[in-house]
């Protein structure tokens, strides 16, 4: 791939009105009814998707200690989960960039809402049932959604398309933090597994029926000789910085999750209160909801790829002071900061990838491509926690395994942006 050069990238972070627009929106036009309407389906899309994934915990805590299977077998099938949905954003982008928007993510919403009514009649002790509904079927429909939805900002927010990016991403703590609340609600309160899975998938249901009846795309006609063309695969492989942040990714991804599958788990071993450890989820993905909007907004002055390289130091940091989280209070603060700023890392990646590209019409496979290498960690590393914990719990091998991926994850965040600063000659990426 040709490197941007300083005009070039500059064009492209602050998305000027001389840049190049794929549809037939007026320049400089941004916003309006549709652009509203979009971003209030993109929320509810990741809210019922990606975040009902983040509620994952709940099921690992009811699988492990119901003995459905052992802990490392259970978060298998979460693990496949984020797999697919991760790594369905390269087929779901290029679609996307092919302007098929509106069918890959109506495809998608029916199968993550079918696979979910099949999870409410799989029996918890059946593991291929659980593994085929909950793993790959949720997994496929959710990763058709996350990707399109995010990139299509792009078609009605131009210049503000970092901060709408992070705001539609917020969807995703949110539906992190009330499904488990609801989840857990039901299964401790008398309510069979199947009803109490049935009703969050009704929930998910309309919220995924309301997201596509608001959400709009512009036609996307082909380019003319005069407009760049895209960048290929081959061409993205062989851009330094693009790489280094994509396998930064893929690092992160083998620690990140960690908290999200595990601290439930965590704290009932520790002796806390149960009803304290039902809500860690929802502390942890509660404290995201900011932290997927206020570093957007500091993005838009210092450059989306300073404060994401910021956020994956911190997110390093916290996952080491892991160690010290051994009562009430010190899960709680973990929780807080950890989910802020992992939150924060999350809702920069797209819009670190989106300023990255040279035009609209490799928006949607620059990102996907980043997504399915960092899947490979998604798929394995919870796995690889569960196998570290096996049926003695000892808790320092999984936090040190995720802590040391994190932090490799970060150090090549940041050799990421000091290739772009010797590129461009300039400090605020």
């Not at 929320?43 to 019922?48: E, G, T, V």
């Not at 593991?127 to 429909?141: A, D, P, R, T, V």
């Not at 130091?313 to 989280?325: H, R, S, T």
């Not at 932090?407 to 605020?428: M, P, S, Y």
Request: with cysteine.
């Amino acid at each position: 791939m040709e490197p941007l050069d300083k005009n070039t990238f500059a064009m492209t972070v602050r998305d000027s009105e001389e840049s190049t627009v794929t549809s037939p929106a007026p320049r400089g036009v941004h916003g309006g009814v549709r652009a509203w309407m979009t971003l209030l389906g993109a929320w509810l899309a990741i809210a019922s998707t990606f975040g009902y994934t983040y509620s994952f915990g709940i099921y690992q805590d009811f699988y492990t200690r119901s003995h459905a299977a052992s802990a490392t077998r259970v978060s298998w099938i979460g693990s496949t989960q984020l797999f697919l949905l991760i790594a369905m954003g390269l087929p779901a982008g290029k679609l996307h960039d092919l302007g098929h928007f509106r069918v890959v993510v109506g495809v998608g919403s029916l199968l993550f809402t079918f696979s979910l009514f099949m999870v409410s009649l799989a029996h918890p002790d059946k593991y291929y049932e659980l593994f085929l509904s909950q793993g790959i079927g949720m997994g496929i429909g959710a990763g058709l959604v996350y990707i399109p939805v995010l990139a299509v900002q792009s078609d009605h927010w131009g210049p503000r398309r970092t901060l709408a990016m992070g705001v539609a991403s917020s969807g995703l703590p949110v539906g992190g933090t009330f499904f488990p609340i609801m989840l857990n609600q039901l299964l401790h309160h008398g309510v069979s597994y199947a009803w109490s899975v049935r009703a969050s998938a009704f929930l998910a249901l309309g919220m995924l029926l309301a997201a596509n009846a608001l959400m709009t795309s512009y036609p996307r006609p082909p380019p003319t000789k005069s407009q760049q063309q895209p960048a290929g695969i081959k061409a993205l492989l062989t851009d330094a910085p693009y790489m280094f942040v994509a396998i930064g990714g893929l690092f992160m991804n083998w620690g990140v999750y960690f908290p999200y599958f595990y601290l439930q788990l965590y704290t009932i071993l520790h002796g806390m209160d149960p009803t304290f450890a039902f809500y860690t989820l929802t502390i942890l993905n509660g404290a995201a909801i900011p932290g997927r909007i206020l570093p957007n907004l500091l993005a838009q002055r210092y450059g989306p790829m300073n404060v994401f390289t910021a956020s994956a130091f911190l997110c390093a940091i916290l996952a080491w002071a892991f160690f010290g989280a051994k009562s009430v209070a010190g899960v709680v603060v973990f929780a807080v900061i950890y989910g802020f700023f992992a939150g924060a890392w999350f809702s920069l990646l797209s819009p670190v990838f989106s300023n990255m590209s040279k035009s609209e019409r490799e928006l949607g496979v620059r990102m996907g491509l980043a997504f399915a290498l960092s899947s490979v960690a998604a798929l394995t590393g919870t796995p690889i926690d569960g196998k570290l914990l096996g049926s003695t719990f000892p808790w320092s091998k999984p936090i040190a395994f995720s802590a040391v991926m994190i932090t490799i994850g970060a150090v090549l965040c940041l050799v990421a942006r000091q290739l772009l600063v010797r590129r461009l000659g300039t400090h605020i990426l």
